[in-house]
């Protein structure tokens, strides 16, 4: 195998209770073509700032080729990406991911999606967004002994998802700065039992359930007040009977609904607001994980 494309779905991290647990693939997508070549690095479809030997893509792929023992060689990467940057829908980790995956198909698919999430986890740190970036669907994960373990739940299969993107981004590193080192314990046994809820609320459908239970007392409090209109539009959306919460660290809301709706009030009442601009995108589930979308040997 010579060149490889590699096709990454976008993922929602935390889902409310979920801190750095939940996550869930989403229909938007980054596709990164692989190109071996004699010598050095190219990187094109970037912006200039990302295209050097620090881009995630490029490092997860060399890091997949020092697990297997081979020879970095050199490589050229084409990056298609229709994922926002730093908005909070995973656009790093699908880097990771397809970096990673490309260098494991070129070399001849020697190692599995549960070594790929290990390498990469130990790069990101924590596996709520690797998780279903390579599995698809609704995933829980936890490290245990500095190895990712992750398990998929089912979702029902009429609610819709909207992700609200504004016209600002929010670097994770800014969103973790803001966060205690500790909470109370009744904060933590607040999220436990929320996030137990969530996860049965989405397998059965649930939306008055889903909407009491997507609360949080360990990160959205800290980082609401980074987020232009996040109190206005929460209001609006749980009025209207979504389920709301932040997308991954932010800015990017979610709203989860049966209610079809839903959509067109958001974006008429969003037009009203001022201090930022919003996208409504309509998105479904993805349940299949990265894959590959072209190949030549």
Not at 92 to 99: D, K, Q, R
Not at 111 to 125: H, K, R, V
Not at 201 to 220: F, P, Y
Not at 279 to 284: A, F, I, P, Q, T
Request: glycine residues 10%; proline residues 5%; contains cysteine.
């Amino acid at each position: 195998m010579k060149r490889v494309t590699i096709r990454v779905p976008a993922t929602a991290a935390n889902l409310g209770p979920g801190f750095d647990a939940f996550g869930c693939a989403l229909g938007l997508y980054t596709d990164v073509t692989f190109e071996e070549t004699q010598s050095g690095l190219e990187i094109t479809g970037c912006d200039e700032a990302y295209a050097g030997p620090d881009n995630l893509a490029y490092v997860s792929y060399c890091a997949v080729l020092a697990s297997l023992g081979e020879e970095l060689r050199g490589v050229k990467i084409h990056i298609d990406a229709h994922i926002p940057i730093c908005r909070g829908l995973g656009s790093s980790a699908a880097l990771l991911v397809a970096g990673a995956m490309g260098a494991n198909v070129l070399r001849g698919n020697r190692l599995s999606t549960q070594g790929l999430l290990n390498i990469t986890n130990a790069m990101e740190g924590h596996p709520d967004n690797l998780a279903p970036a390579f599995f698809g669907g609704l995933t829980a994960s936890m490290v245990d002994n500095g190895l990712p373990v992750s398990v998929s739940f089912p979702l029902h299969p009429e609610w819709e998802i909207l992700a609200l993107v504004p016209d600002f981004d929010m670097p994770t590193v800014k969103a973790r700065a803001v966060l205690p080192e500790q909470v109370s314990r009744s904060d933590a046994i607040y999220n436990i039992s929320h996030g137990a809820m969530v996860l049965k609320a989405l397998e059965l459908g649930d939306e008055k359930l889903l909407c009491n239970a997507m609360q949080d007392r360990l990160h959205q409090p800290y980082r609401k007040h980074m987020i232009a209109d996040f109190e206005v539009i929460e209001s609006l959306v749980r009025t209207n009977g979504g389920a709301f919460c932040l997308s991954g660290a932010g800015p990017t809301l979610l709203c989860i609904t049966r209610n079809d709706a839903l959509r067109e009030k958001l974006e008429q009442k969003l037009q009203g607001l001022t201090r930022a601009n919003w996208e409504v995108l309509r998105l479904h589930v993805e349940f299949q994980g990265a894959r590959v979308i072209w190949a030549e040997g």
